[in-house]
Every structure is written in C-alpha cells, then in structure tokens.
C-alpha cells in the first residue's frame, strides 16, 4: 500500500497571504494525485486531479504541482472560506489512498 | 444538477449486517467508476471501495475485503455498498462519489454522506 504522508499537520497563515501545503507518496505515483478540500461536517470537494488540473469550479488561486512523489498545492492568496482541511490521495495504484490532511487555519 | 444521495446508514450491533445505497442522478450513471469513501468521527478520509461503470471490475481497501461488496444497478442509478461482519472500527460516515472519467480516479463528486455506527 502507498503511504501518502501530507505535511504540515497544521498551517497558519493571514488572510491574502500564500499557503504552500505538501504531499510525499512512500513510492511513485506518476501524476496520478488529487487534492480535496474539507469543511467542517461537509462532504470533501475536489480542487485539482492530475496533479494540476483544476476541476471545473475550482479557483485560478489554487494549482498544484510535481509529479513522481512530491507534490504541492498552493494557494496563491488566502481567502476566508479557504480555511479548511486539505488531503492528498493518490489513484495510480489499488488501493487508492489519501494522506492524513492539513488543516489550514487562521493566523 | 448533478447529486448523490446516500441512505441505509444507522446503528448496528458488532458482527451485523447493513447495506447502504447511493441515488445518483444527472449524468449518465453507467459512464463512471464509483466509489465509497468513509471518514471516522474526527479522523482523515479513507477509501473504501471502487466499482467501474459496468460494474465488471471493483477493488476494495484491505481493511473491508472479504466483508464489504460493491455494487450497482444501472438500470435504477443506484450504488450499493454491502457491509457484514461490521467493526467498531467501521464506525464512520460514509460517502459514495463519482469518478472524473473512468481512467481517472479521482472523485469528482461526493454525497452528503450517511453515517454508520458499530456499538452494541
């Protein structure tokens, strides 16, 4: 199974400033890696698949990146309904798997 | 509009049986992969299962194979989920979300999720 370890746990940031959030997979998952956006006692979002592609309704202020098994999503400047917990999953082998999430708080 | 409605969830004893169901509607139901995903009061997500738009070819997360089965009715738009032998360890709410493509597996769209509950 790959373990997809997100770091850092917890992350601080104000308002309108830039949130880089990481996401390591314990052995090679090519592009195959989606980030999902969460608040409290709502389903999870998807924000980006393919590593970079943006889905439909997601905002230009987040992109992803990397390939292999580093991976970040960053947000260019953060707004108030951001404020969320973030999780990486990787698709590219069964079983598919996410990471552990990271919270994104106010500062 | 496209949506997911789970339902089926509830408290049951350990060892029980239960069987979700997820109403999907606005888009064509046998195109995409299916999934469930659950999420433990205050933990991470976890995958589950899959299934493909056929319904010919399903994988399950080690922690529920040979206990859960997967499955669909294209003809109703409707996805099952199939739990026995239930755990406290399967406490959790559970979501059924849809696959972007099928050679995509990321979920793209997502329940509001029905909770089940293992306690006697």
């Known amino acids: 199974e790959i373990v997809m370890t997100q770091s850092p746990a917890t992350l601080s940031v104000s308002p309108g400033e830039r949130a880089t959030l990481s996401c390591r997979a314990s052995?090679?998952?090519?592009?195959?890696l989606a980030w999902y956006q969460q608040k409290p006692g709502q389903a999870p979002r998807l924000l980006i698949y393919?590593?970079?592609t943006r889905a439909t309704v997601t905002p230009a202020r987040f992109s992803g990146s990397g390939s292999g098994t580093e991976f970040t999503l960053t947000i260019s400047s953060l707004q108030s309904e951001d404020f969320a917990v973030y999780s990486c999953?990787?698709?590219?082998?069964?079983?598919?798997?996410f990471g552990q999430g990271t919270k994104v708080e106010i500062k | 509009e496209v949506q997911l409605l789970e339902s089926g969830g509830g408290l049951v004893q350990p060892g029980g049986s239960l069987r979700l169901s997820c109403a999907a509607s606005?888009?064509?139901?046998?195109?995409?992969?299916m999934s469930w995903v659950r999420q433990a009061p205050g933990k991470g997500l976890e995958w589950v299962s899959v299934?493909?738009?056929?319904?010919?070819?399903?994988h399950h997360a080690d922690s529920v194979k040979g206990r859960f089965t997967i499955s669909r009715d294209n003809s109703k738009n409707t996805l099952y989920l199939q739990m026995n032998s239930l755990r406290a360890e399967d406490t959790a709410v559970y979501y059924c979300?849809?696959?972007?493509?099928?050679?995509?597996?990321?979920?793209?769209?997502w329940g509001q999720g029905t909770m089940v509950t293992v306690s006697s």
């Open positions: 052995q090679s998952v090519s592009g195959n």
């Open positions: 999953q990787q698709y590219n082998n069964w079983p598919r798997t």
């Open positions: 299934i493909s738009g056929s319904g010919g070819s399903e």
């Open positions: 606005g888009f064509t139901f046998s195109s995409d992969a």
């Open positions: 979300a849809k696959d972007v493509t099928e050679y995509v597996g990321a979920s793209e769209i």
């Open positions: 393919g590593a970079s």
